[in-house]
């Protein structure tokens, strides 16, 4: 079982829609967890982190934990074609360490 | 503020040759360091990391190697590529702590023919 698991997609949203991104996770002792953005040929890119149980906001963005469901999310608003990448989820698990998942590919489309 | 460098941006080897690849970060001390390879459309594996100078840790035993010879230096190294080596290396840091943020540098193409 992998620690942290994303639907591959891809996943197509219309220009101004809400993309909605979803992981989740198998350790329940994970404490952090990560959103990165990584366009094609590029490297990953930190969007924003969450800790505590509930909603992160930072401007279109919106990060959601669910410990007790094991789940994290991330919402787009306000689509834009700019927004077209791969999107990694990440968590700290018992232990320490750092497991990525395998990315959601995200196009939004004009 | 921090910035983290790697070079060679890209790199075409042919199989049986050496490898070095270079990282280094700036604007922090005592960072945590993580070797990754991403393959073509797939996900990151961490191939080494670092909690200080001299401190190496293998996640997936092959034919690569890292070493750390300053705090902020980062090395991985093969003496003989292999065709299955190709893909994108990234090199990361961390503050050491409780929760640890990962950036990343630019990356490194490889391909082996």
Redesign the interface.
């Known amino acids: 079982q992998k620690e942290v698991e994303q639907n591959s997609g891809p996943l197509s949203v219309p220009e101004g829609a809400i993309a909605s991104l979803n992981c989740t996770y198998s350790d329940r002792g994970s404490q952090s967890f990560f959103w990165y953005r990584q366009y094609s040929g590029k490297s990953p890119e930190l969007i924003m982190f969450i800790y505590s149980n509930g909603d992160k906001e930072d401007g279109r963005f919106t990060a959601q934990l669910n410990k007790a469901s094991q789940y994290v999310s991330l919402l787009i608003r306000d689509s834009q074609p700019s927004d077209s990448a791969t999107y990694l989820c990440a968590a700290i698990v018992t232990g320490n360490q750092f497991y990525f998942g395998t990315g959601t590919s995200l196009t939004v489309i004009p | 503020s921090q910035t983290i460098h790697q070079w060679p941006a890209t790199l075409v080897q042919p199989v049986g040759s050496p490898l070095s690849l270079e990282c280094t970060v700036e604007g922090t001390s005592n960072p945590n360091l993580?070797w990754y390879r991403q393959a073509a459309g797939?996900?990151?594996q961490?191939l080494f990391y670092s909690v200080g100078i001299g401190q190496i840790s293998s996640e997936v035993p092959q034919n690569l190697s890292a070493s750390r010879p300053q705090d902020r230096q980062f090395i991985l190294s093969s003496k003989k590529l292999l065709l299955s080596d190709s893909g994108f290396y990234?090199c990361a840091w961390?503050v050491q702590g409780?929760?640890?943020?990962?950036?990343?540098?630019?990356?490194t193409?490889l391909l082996v023919l």
């Open positions: 993580y797939r996900g990151l961490l990234l961390s409780v929760q640890e943020t990962q950036y990343f540098g630019p990356g193409r």
